[in-house]
C-alpha cells in the first residue's frame, strides 16, 4: 500500500514538473509583456520612424485601419496582447539568428533577461508551429495570406487622416534658418529668430509669464507635460525629459484659433494640406498617420492636420 502511494506520489510530481516545464514554452510570462508593451509605446511616440512604421503595420494587419484607430489601439497595447503577438511576428519574419531577434528587443529599451526570455519563447514557439504545420495548411491559412499582401500608399484613402508614405527622415542641409514670428512667445526666440531645444521649463514659464497646466504621462510617470495657454489663444505645450529640459515642444490655437508668424508663411487652422505640401515641396518630407515631417539639423518639425484637413498643430522634436 505504502509502495502504491509512494509511486502515485512520484508519478503526481513527474506530470506537474512536466506541466510547469512545458508551461513555460507555451506561456510568456506578463512581466515580460509588460516590459515589452511600455518601451514599445515609448518608442512609437519619441523613437525613430522605422519603429513607428513597423507598430503601424502590425496595427494594421489585425484590422485597425483609421490612424485614430491605430492610435488608440497602441496607446492601449499593455491591454493587447494581440496587437503585441502581431508585433512579435513580424519580428520573426524579419528572419534572423537568435542574437538577431535578442537585439531587435533589447534595443527599444528591454531588459537583457525579459529580451532573452521573449526570444526564446517565439523561437521555440515557431520551431512547434514549423513542425505541425504542413505545407497544403500553411497555403490555406487565411492570415497568412492577409498579411502576405503588403499595402501600398495608393490603396489608403481618407487623407490626410491617412497619410501613408513612410519615409526615413532624411536631413536638408540646404534648408535656411527656420524662423518664427509668432506673437507671444518672443523671448523664446534665439537671436536668429529660431527657436533651439532643449531649453529648460524655468526659461519657458519665465518668458511667458503663464502658469502652465501640468500632465504626467500614465506610462512613463517621470515625465511631464507642461501646457502653456496665452491670453491671444496661443496653446504651446512642452514636455520636461532628462535635467528639467524640454524633449519637445508643440504649438497650437485654442478653440480652433488661427496662429499665424510659422515659418515658409503657414498658419494654424487655416492652411490646407496643399497649402503645406506646396510649401514643402522642395524638401525632403515623410508623410505617415496624419502630419507631414522633415528634419533640419539635429531637430524634427511636424505639421499635423486636423480632421478638416487643415494645419491644426507644429511639433518641434
Request: with cysteine; net charge positive; proline share 3%.
Amino acid at each position: 500500500m505504502k509502495k502504491t502511494i509512494f509511486t502515485t506520489a512520484i508519478f503526481v510530481v513527474m506530470t506537474l514538473t512536466i506541466q510547469s516545464v512545458f508551461g513555460q514554452t507555451k506561456q510568456l510570462p506578463q512581466e515580460v509583456r509588460t516590459d515589452f508593451c511600455k518601451n514599445a509605446y515609448y518608442n512609437y511616440k519619441y523613437g525613430t520612424d522605422a519603429f513607428k512604421v513597423w507598430m503601424t503595420t502590425s496595427a494594421r494587419n489585425i484590422g485597425f485601419n483609421s490612424i485614430v484607430d491605430i492610435e488608440i489601439a497602441i496607446e492601449n497595447i499593455c491591454n493587447n496582447k494581440k496587437l503585441q503577438d502581431e508585433f512579435f511576428q513580424n519580428v520573426l519574419r524579419i528572419g534572423g539568428s537568435r542574437d538577431f531577434i535578442f537585439l531587435q528587443f533589447q534595443s527599444i529599451g528591454m531588459t537583457a533577461v525579459n529580451a532573452k526570455t521573449l526570444t526564446d519563447y517565439l523561437i521555440e514557439k515557431e520551431n512547434d508551429k514549423t513542425q505541425v504545420v504542413t505545407p497544403k495548411s500553411i497555403t490555406n491559412n487565411p492570415e497568412i495570406q492577409v498579411n502576405s499582401n503588403s499595402v501600398k500608399k495608393d490603396e489608403i484613402t481618407g487623407y490626410p487622416t491617412e497619410i501613408y508614405n513612410p519615409q526615413p527622415l532624411q536631413d536638408n542641409p540646404s534648408l535656411g534658418i527656420i524662423k518664427w514670428n509668432v506673437q507671444g512667445i518672443e523671448k523664446l526666440l534665439s537671436t536668429d529668430g529660431s527657436i533651439k531645444l532643449p531649453m529648460t521649463i524655468t526659461k519657458i514659464k519665465d518668458a511667458l509669464k503663464v502658469k502652465p497646466k501640468v500632465e504626467t504621462d500614465d506610462y512613463f510617470p517621470e515625465l511631464s507635460d507642461y501646457i502653456f495657454t496665452l491670453a491671444n489663444g496661443i496653446v504651446l505645450s512642452v514636455r520636461n525629459v532628462q535635467e528639467n529640459k524640454t524633449g519637445w515642444l508643440i504649438i497650437e490655437g485654442e478653440n480652433d484659433k488661427k496662429i499665424s508668424g510659422l515659418p515658409f508663411g503657414l498658419i494654424i487652422n487655416q492652411s490646407t494640406i496643399k497649402d503645406v505640401e506646396k510649401q514643402l515641396s522642395n524638401i525632403k518630407t515623410q508623410k505617415l498617420g496624419n502630419y507631414i515631417e522633415f528634419r533640419k539639423g539635429g531637430m524634427d518639425y511636424r505639421f499635423e492636420f486636423n480632421k478638416n484637413k487643415t494645419l491644426g498643430k507644429v511639433h518641434i522634436l
